[in-house]
């Protein structure tokens, strides 16, 4: 691929993209961002990921931004981030969290992003605001379609095509309308090789990690699906990707859920907080869509085109009828003491798959 360097270097000017936001994209100097930070103090920390850390700031003209002053970029040379940094600042959907801009200066490597004030789905579900219970069923419907159509246009539509790598409830962030900004996107770039497995170990994020990567590191957008498969599990549960019990030992959300999805009992799927606040034709999609990300073998999954429509097509609430032991087998998410069963087929999976595929091709022709 080649770069235009005079394009990668110029300041943006306000411009718009097909992915429907406005850019005010631009190179921001050290000196501003340590002003908007207060020299990055403490407390305007906002957190500390696997990359660096995140801080709140403030720019002169009042807007709040997010900075993240990354650690690791010692094999990227100023030019070749700032390439890769520009990469990632075209892309532009409604969700997805847009970058605003970098700093290159010396050793430090920053990215400015907009500040997201109701901060990420992490601090809804297990955080800060987790006693506020600020996510109703509507809204995590909404952020389960609006994530999944960031990823759409990530695997899609944007150039070059995008795997995040990194799905997981911290990197989907949350506007003040509570819509979602899927975050983080295209760092495996950016960082030289190993940061993602270090964030691994030291976020503890395995429980996201798909079978095929976390065992020979085999990365393709089905790890993504995968990701989503479980983030999905996790917003409608409120239940943590991997949960610790007594004597050290651990459950996956996947072998908590997996004998309820097969007994049919998915309303003891949704998290208490709801207090029974639910749309039972909504919960069922859900479910059925986690249970085809969430497969071992990576080509039953659907892709993320799929799984966008399959959570906002209403009309597969007409054939859809809660899973039980006779007609959830086909399933590969079938679990039992041994584990996850690999070898069982999914051919209900790919059915469903199919239909709805074949169904939005044929929207797509004739719209
Ligand atoms: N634009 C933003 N607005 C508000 N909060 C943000 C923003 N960007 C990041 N954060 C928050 O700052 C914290 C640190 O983010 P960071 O991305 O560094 O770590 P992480 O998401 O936990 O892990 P990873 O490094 O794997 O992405 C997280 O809680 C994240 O939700
Ligand atoms: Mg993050």
Redesign the pocket.
């Known amino acids: 691929m080649e770069f235009c360097w005079g394009k990668c270097f110029c300041v943006r000017k306000m411009d718009k993209n097909p992915g429907g936001k406005a850019s005010n994209w631009r190179i921001f100097s050290l000196k501003e961002l340590h002003s908007a930070t207060n020299n990055f103090n403490y407390d305007n920390k ?9 801080y709140w700031g403030q720019l002169w003209d009042g807007s709040q931004i ?1 900075v ?1 002053r990354l650690k690791v970029w010692s094999t990227k040379a100023e030019m070749e981030f700032a390439v890769e940094v520009e990469i990632l600042g075209r892309v532009r959907h409604k969700n997805l ?1 847009s970058l605003r801009g970098y700093c290159a200066e010396g050793q430090e490597r920053l990215i400015v ?4 004030p109701n ?2 789905l ?2 809804h579900l297990h955080g800060q605001f987790a006693g506020d219970s600020l996510l109703d069923w509507e809204r995590r419907m909404n952020i389960a379609i609006g994530s999944a159509e960031g990823l759409v246009y990530l695997h899609h539509y944007a150039t070059p095509h995008i795997i995040h790598r ?1 799905v997981k409830a ?2 989907v ?1 949350l506007d003040s309308n509570f819509e979602a900004q899927v ?2 996107f295209g760092f495996a770039k950016l960082i030289p090789g190993g940061a993602t497995h270090v ?1 691994t170990k030291v ?1 503890g ?1 395995l429980g996201y990690l798909a079978p095929e990567y976390a065992m020979w590191g085999k990365v393709s957008e089905s790890c993504d699906v995968y990701s989503f498969g479980i983030l999905l599990l996790e917003l409608i549960s409120g239940k943590k990707p991997i949960e610790k019990h007594a004597h050290a030992t651990k459950r996956t959300i996947v072998e908590w859920a997996a004998p309820l999805v097969f007994q049919g009992k998915y309303d003891e799927l949704v998290d208490p907080k709801l207090k029974g606040n639910f749309n039972g034709h909504e919960l069922m999609r859900i479910v059925r869509v986690a249970t085809l990300c969430a497969q071992s073998a990576p080509e039953n999954r659907p892709t993320m085109t799929a799984v966008a429509h399959m959570l906002k097509a209403e009309v597969l609430d007409k054939v859809l009828t809660p899973m039980d032991g006779h007609n959830m087998p086909e399933l590969d998410i079938e679990y039992d003491e041994h584990g996850v069963d690999e070898d069982a087929n999914s051919d209900l999976g790919h059915a469903i798959v199919g239909a709805v595929v074949n169904e939005f091709e044929s929207e797509q022709i004739s719209a």
Do not use: I
Request: glycine residues 14%; charged residues 20%; hydrophobic residues 35%.
């Open positions: 906002l957190g500390e990921g696997g990359f660096g850390s995140v997010a993240k969290l992003y907009d500040y997201m901060l990420s992490l601090s990194d911290s990197n962030l975050a983080d964030t976020k994020t």
